[in-house]
């Protein structure tokens, strides 16, 4: 696939910018350069360690909705196991930091090649398979590897976890998840760009019709689904380092399932910045109304979420995307009648 044409199947493949009059991308840059240097100043404006914790649980959230979406949003198979890759990367680093003495930060690389490895062993076969068959066959992996963690408790701890040591630095993991969430929504604009990110909405679109067209179907199936398990184990390993503590209830946890999905189709599957948008306002509103109510958060989100589906059903970016296209279409058809 050449380059024009790898650029206009990007332009008709879905929303995957903000609404026009965000179109210039010196304005582009300018807004993210400038909420990038806020980002950066905050810590040093007295913020408490609560707010520190929280806002590194939004871009730790970012990072892992915006690398699902790689795999999920951009070449359309949807991962329902993908906690598998966050709990292999805690694993690695918790069990190489107590085992053999390794400083922790010396076993981040190794956990994402870990996550890379899973990846390249479960995909060749599991990509294969599409729709929901490929969903459900993840499920079952990361089912699988929570089951192989209880039961090798001599190696894991089991049920028991592992403690290790961490050094407790609220600003520390700040800058780290910053990064990271900054790195991750960098990659998916690039891919967006890129003839690999056009290769991959090919797939989405018509993988038959991709084939057809001479691209590497599983090449770039399992480049996605690499590059967003390496990701993910990476964030996996920084989570558990910052709390100290493993175990399979903790690394393999269903709920994050269940987050990864809610966040992505809030924001807009398969777009480059509904990820972070969706993962931002979910855990902004889920610390607002958990603090007061659990139940509330629940019920309203809930509520809010069917109304989303409904009256936005590619999510806030993609909706206004797809309105913000159709309006300027409009006009050039009415400057056009006008001449």
């Known amino acids: 696939m050449d380059g024009r044409a790898a650029e206009r199947l990007s332009a008709a493949s879905g929303p995957g910018t903000l609404p026009t009059r965000f179109a210039d991308p010196r304005l582009r840059a300018g807004l993210f350069a400038a909420g990038l240097a806020a980002l950066l100043a905050a810590p040093l404006f007295g913020l408490n360690n609560s707010a520190l914790l929280l806002l590194s649980t939004v ?39 107590t085992k053999s003495g390794m400083s922790f930060w010396t076993t981040v690389p190794i956990a994402m090649l870990f996550g890379f490895l899973f990846a390249l062993v479960v995909g060749y076969p599991l990509l294969r398979l599409r729709g929901v068959y490929f969903s459900i066959a993840m499920l079952g992996a990361f089912m699988a590897m929570r089951e192989l963690a209880l039961v ?16 407790i630095d609220r600003g520390l993991f700040y800058y780290v998840f910053l990064g990271i969430a900054v790195a991750v929504v960098l ?23 991709a084939e057809a067209r001479g691209i590497n179907t599983t090449l770039v199936k399992m480049t996605a689904f690499c590059m967003s398990g390496a990701i993910t184990a990476l964030i996996g390993s920084l989570w558990a380092y910052q709390t100290a503590f493993i175990d399979p209830s903790i690394m393999f946890r269903d709920i994050l399932l269940i987050n990864l999905a809610l966040m992505v189709t809030l924001g807009g599957l398969g777009t480059v910045w509904g990820p972070a948008l969706g993962a931002t306002v979910f855990i902004l509103l889920r610390e ?52």
Do not use: C
Not at 187 to 209: I, Y
């Open 152 to 167: 090798f408790r001599d190696f894991t701890g089991g049920s028991g976890g592992v403690i290790f040591k961490s050094v």
């Open 288 to 339: 607002t109304l958990w603090g007061t109510d659990g139940e509330d958060f629940l019920v309203f989100f809930g509520i809010a979420l069917v109304i989303v589906v409904l009256l936005l059903p590619k999510g806030i970016v993609g909706t206004l995307a797809d309105r913000a296209t159709a309006g300027r279409r409009k006009r050039e058809r009415e400057a056009g009648e006008g001449r």
């Open 187 to 209: 990659l998916t604009v690039w891919l967006r760009r890129s003839q690999l990110g056009a290769s991959m909405l090919a797939v989405r679109e018509n993988e038959v019709g």
């Open 59 to 97: 871009f730790m959230w970012v990072g892992l909705t915006s690398s699902w979406n790689i795999i999920s949003g951009f070449t359309g198979y949807v991962d329902f196991g993908h906690g598998a890759f966050f709990g292999i990367g805690g694993y690695t680093a918790g069990l190489l930091v």
